[in-house]
């Protein structure tokens, strides 16, 4: 009777070693999908891009930055154009460096402005 008892504690142990290797081999796929998931360039892309959204100082310079290249392209076909004028070059040009201080000046009110058309 000792001999069955130990025998059925055997194989319930085994049983239960069983389950837990199930359970943990379960677990441990579960993390590799998981790892995968995250070492896709897509997925590090993706996180990245989001990492920058939320990131204050990123925000400040992307949004000075889109000004400036706006401030540039505007003042520079409105003042200057496609003329091959030398004089309105020149002319252009000098408008461009004042518009640009005064950019540089007023960035803060400048920037208040544009966010509040969004």
């Not at 897509?42 to 000004?67: G, H, W, Y």
């Not at 004089?87 to 518009?99: E, Q």
Request: aromatic fraction near 6%; avoid cysteine; charged fraction near 20%.
């Amino acid at each position: 009777m000792n001999e069955n008892n130990s025998i059925l504690e055997i194989r319930t142990s085994l049983e239960q070693l069983r389950l837990q290797k199930s359970r943990e081999l379960k677990l441990l796929i579960d993390q590799l999908h998981v790892a995968y998931e995250n070492i896709q360039p897509a997925n590090m892309i993706n996180r990245a891009i989001n990492e920058l959204k939320t990131a204050p100082e990123i925000k400040d310079l992307l949004l000075n930055a889109s000004i400036a290249i706006a401030e540039d392209f505007l003042t520079k076909t409105a003042f200057v154009g496609f003329s091959k004028s030398t004089v309105r070059k020149t002319v252009g040009t000098a408008l461009m460096l004042a518009v640009a201080n005064a950019f540089i000046i007023n960035t803060d009110t400048i920037k208040s402005m544009f966010l509040s058309l969004f």
